[in-house]
Antibody, heavy 122, light 110 residues
Framework: QIILRDSGPTLLKPTQTLTLACSLT??????????VGWIRQPPGEALEWLAV???????RYSPSLNGRLTLSRDTSKNLVILTMTNMVPLDTATYYC??????????????WGQGAPVTVSS | QSALTQPASVSGSPGRSITISCTGT?????????VSWYQQRPGGAPTLIIY???NRPSGISNRFSGSKSGNTASLTISGLQTEDEADYHC??????????FGGGTKVTVL
């Protein structure tokens, strides 16, 4: 059984950089075909896709985030790390990591982590 | 990338069927058969219930079914049960190799 757990700071000030970690259990982040994506959800609002890293380390980012995102793997700790720069209050949301279904985000994401709530406020 | 369009809310009586629409463009829903649907209960993370327009992951009830026509995908829940009360989100792969979600639909069982 694959389990994802997302973690990171719960409170940031404007202009700070957010770093979130997604820990995988039951599989390796470097396993062939193992992709991991990040999705966020502002309070009471819709889901928004942010980024995905494929098994071959190829990455795709949401164009609406204008180059603020970086995805990487830490294979020694079995983690996928999301970095988002220049945080603003509108970035306040619950951030989820999720495993690609059948190894490909075109088929969707499952399972998901429990979500990491992040508030940006001065 | 604009979000896909879903109705804000849909309701139905127990045992009846409801359908949730998800409208996109020829650059996303209309381009591929890569539409997914997720169920999200209050306070919980989303769960995949439909992938590739019509397919159900293992363990998902056959009361959930998906379809697509042109730029619009649909999720039908038949034999509505109180446990189906949740938010439902559609998602599609796009011609820019990105993903886009819908605005979400709140389902209420009357």
């Amino acid at each position: 059984q694959i389990i994802l757990r997302d973690s990171g700071p719960t409170l940031l000030k404007p202009t700070q950089t957010l770093t979130l970690a997604c820990s995988l259990t039951g599989t390796s982040v470097s396993a062939t075909g193992r992709g991991v994506g990040w999705i966020r959800q502002p309070p009471g609002e819709a889901l928004e896709w942010l980024a995905v890293i494929y098994g071959d380390d190829d990455t795709r980012y949401s164009p609406s985030l204008n180059g603020r995102l970086t995805l990487s793997r830490d294979t020694s700790k079995n983690l996928v790390i999301l970095t988002m720069t220049n945080m603003v209050p509108l970035d306040t949301a619950t951030y989820y990591c999720a495993s690609t279904f059948y190894g490909d985000p075109r088929h969707g994401f499952d399972p998901w982590g429990q979500g990491a709530p992040v508030t940006v406020s001065s | 990338q604009s979000a896909l369009t879903q109705p804000a809310s849909v309701s139905g009586s127990p045992g009846r069927s409801i359908t949730i629409s998800c409208t996109g463009t020829s650059s996303d829903i209309g381009a591929y058969n890569y539409v997914s649907w997720y169920q999200q209960r209050p306070g919980g993370a989303p769960t995949l219930i439909i992938y590739d327009v019509t397919n159900r992951p293992s363990g998902i009830s056959n009361r959930f079914s998906g379809s697509k026509s042109g730029n619009t995908a649909s999720l039908t829940i038949s034999g509505l049960q109180t446990e189906d009360e949740a938010d439902y989100h559609c998602s599609s792969y796009t011609t820019r190799s990105t993903l886009v979600f819908g605005g979400g639909t709140k389902v209420t069982v009357l």
